[in-house]
């Protein structure tokens, strides 16, 4: 089994480190930059499963492809947010109109700002985005590059220990923010396999729970991101590690967050998702 793992998807990156995960199905982690990749190395076979966002799986069939979900977290409230600066004029998200936001484009970031927007009366087009990457924006934001951040984990943890800056919205108030795990339907994985990948995680996220200094630790190690053990701690304290196997209600989560990319002409055409095949929820992942 070749599981992708990309620094930004902390379960998966955990999985990589923890003892015997995965081990019945032998897997192969294969390692990754970002996300964004998960479609396009799930389709050329280089890897059969991943972990992202869940704004992923949705521009994949979006584009094409047939996505089957495995698996999703709990909602993860604390993992974004949008920041100015202290001495901003922008009081709230209906102050955005026209400023200059930075996000990693295409990942829950453009979601998370989507439906902000939204709640304040405004849509994409409305603000200018400018693409992130996996660099730090926050230099960006304090020297006026740009007027808006979107930080997400770890570097969200330090940006609310900050002084000269402040936060505008958060996931928590706007969306569910749950890590998915998924495949393509041309991966055939059957009904077990994905059962058997459902409950892995759960089982991995029960002992990352029970062992936070571990997990960090073992995230430190690994270079996952610019973060130190405390730093981590903290991250992985303030997440709920539970998984679920995928259902219908996953499903229809994500079919919210489709149709919201659409009226904000992010997506060009209405997307209806597929997401499941017989045998994904059988059974709960415990």
């Given at each position: 089994?070749?599981i992708?793992?990309?620094?930004?998807?902390?379960?998966?990156r955990?999985?990589?480190?923890?003892?015997?995960?995965?081990a019945?199905?032998?897997?192969?982690?294969?390692?990754?930059?970002?996300?964004?990749?998960?479609?396009?190395?799930?389709?050329?076979?280089?890897?059969?499963?991943?972990?992202?966002?869940?704004?992923?799986?949705?521009?994949?069939?979006?584009?094409?492809?047939?996505?089957?979900?495995?698996?999703?977290?709990?909602?993860?409230?604390?993992?974004?947010?949008?920041?100015?600066?202290?001495?901003?004029?922008?009081?709230?998200?209906?102050d955005?109109?026209?400023?200059?936001?930075?996000?990693?484009?295409?990942?829950?970031?453009?979601?998370?700002?989507?439906?902000?927007?939204?709640?304040?009366?405004?849509?994409?087009?409305?603000?200018?985005?400018?693409?992130?990457?996996?660099?730090?924006?926050?230099?960006?934001?304090?020297?006026?590059?740009?007027?808006?951040?979107?930080?997400?984990?770890?570097?969200?943890?330090?940006?609310?220990?900050?002084?000269?800056?402040?936060?505008?919205?958060?996931?928590?108030?706007?969306?569910?923010?749950?890590?998915?795990?998924?495949?393509?339907?041309?991966?055939n994985?059957?009904?077990?396999?994905?059962?058997?990948?459902?409950?892995?995680l759960?089982?991995?996220?029960?002992?990352?729970?029970?062992?936070?200094?571990?997990?960090?630790?073992?995230l430190?190690?690994g270079?996952?991101?610019?973060?130190?053990?405390?730093?981590?701690?903290?991250?992985?304290?303030?997440?709920?590690?539970?998984?679920?196997?995928?259902?219908?209600?996953?499903?229809?989560?994500?079919?919210?967050?489709?149709?919201?990319?659409?009226?904000?002409?992010?997506l060009?055409?209405?997307?209806?998702?597929?997401?499941?095949?017989?045998?994904?929820?059988?059974?709960?992942?415990?």
């Open positions: 089994m070749k992708g793992v990309h620094p930004s998807n902390l379960h998966l955990l999985a990589q480190a923890w003892p015997d995960a995965f019945g199905l032998k897997p192969r982690f294969v390692g990754y930059p970002e996300g964004r990749d998960t479609a396009r190395l799930l389709s050329s076979g280089a890897i059969d499963f991943g972990g992202t966002g869940s704004t992923p799986p949705i521009l994949a069939e979006a584009a094409g492809h047939r996505v089957v979900y495995i698996a999703a977290s709990a909602p993860r409230p604390a993992n974004g947010g949008i920041f100015v600066r202290l001495d901003s004029a922008i009081r709230s998200v209906a955005l109109r026209g400023k200059r936001i930075t996000l990693v484009d295409g990942s829950f970031h453009t979601y998370l700002l989507a439906r902000s927007l939204e709640d304040a009366g405004l849509r994409l087009p409305d603000v200018q985005t400018v693409e992130t990457g996996a660099a730090d924006s926050l230099p960006a934001l304090l020297d006026g590059r740009v007027e808006a951040w979107i930080a997400m984990a770890p570097r969200l943890e330090r940006a609310l220990e900050r002084g000269d800056i402040r936060l505008i919205a958060r996931c928590g108030d706007t969306i569910p923010n749950r890590s998915v795990f998924w495949t393509l339907a041309e991966r994985l059957d009904g077990q396999v994905r059962l058997h990948i459902a409950r892995e759960a089982r991995i996220g029960r002992e990352v729970a029970a062992d936070p200094r571990r997990a960090a630790g073992l430190a190690a270079g996952a991101g610019d973060a130190d053990v405390d730093a981590w701690e903290r991250v992985v304290r303030s997440r709920d590690f539970t998984i679920v196997a995928a259902d219908e209600a996953i499903v229809a989560e994500q079919q919210t967050e489709a149709d919201t990319l659409h009226r904000h002409f992010y060009d055409r209405a997307v209806r998702l597929g997401g499941l095949l017989p045998g994904v929820a059988e059974g709960a992942a415990r």
